[in-house]
């Protein structure tokens, strides 16, 4: 189990993030959150890397616009998550990530990755700073409007193949502007099909892509 402190970032914000896992490793991660705050499945998915080994920060992006934001997984939540998200000021998942990266162990190598709008902030963490070593983004959405950028660390992506808000043709272009990033597409799975709170949960697929993030992780965070 981990705890709740407070981050600082680059223009004096001050934001609270979940962090576990054992304070001298020599791998961290920062774990990004989807669109409903550091709730209780973002705090077990913490806990599981920490269980790997792994130092961890999870910052609250959505202390920007309202603090002590945790929310499930109903329509309402979901809409509730999308208000919210549009009210962060564009620059403030960057800043807060960076945070979140320097609250981690002295030395230790650092990746990020996230899920939902936080797979599409893990994916800036790739190409708008170098602060990480590599980069593992699940379903994020706005990846494809951001293909462009130039990534500084490795990077993969996770994709399901049945997902309503990210089209194949949105992941087939990601793949045409960034040859050099593993892209992967689980077949029949949907979007969220990495969170076992919801029903788009897909157990085999989830099981399949976390085993990828920590081989990933696991050679290029060594």
């Known amino acids: 189990m981990g705890e709740m402190i407070t981050l600082t970032a680059a223009d004096g914000h001050a934001l609270a993030a979940y962090a576990a896992g054992p304070a001298d490793s020599r791998r961290a991660l920062v774990v990004v959150q989807e669109i409903f705050g550091v709730n209780h499945h973002m705090r077990n998915v913490c806990d599981r890397f920490a269980a790997a080994g792994y130092a961890v920060v999870s910052p609250a992006l959505f202390d920007r616009t309202e603090r002590g934001v945790s929310l499930g997984y109903t329509a309402d ?7 919210l998200r549009a009210k962060v000021p564009e620059e403030g998942p960057v800043l807060d990530i960076e945070a979140a990266a320097a609250a981690l162990p002295a030395g230790a190598a650092i990746g990020i990755v996230g899920y939902c709008w936080g797979g599409t902030v893990a994916w800036l963490g790739a190409t708008r700073t170098r602060r990480f070593a590599a980069s593992s983004c699940w379903y994020g959405g706005g990846i494809a409007g951001t293909r462009m950028e130039e990534p500084h ?5 996770h994709f399901g193949e049945k997902d309503a808000s990210i089209p194949m043709s949105d992941v087939e272009a990601i793949r045409a502007a960034q040859p050099g990033v593993e892209v992967f597409v689980y077949a029949g799975a949907q979007h969220g099909f990495g969170c076992d709170e919801r029903g788009s949960f897909s157990k085999p697929d989830a099981d399949l892509a976390q085993a990828r993030t920590l081989a990933f992780f696991g050679k290029h965070l060594a």
């Open 77 to 83: 939540d979901v809409a509730r998550g999308r208000e």
């Open 153 to 157: 660390c490795p990077v993969q992506m």
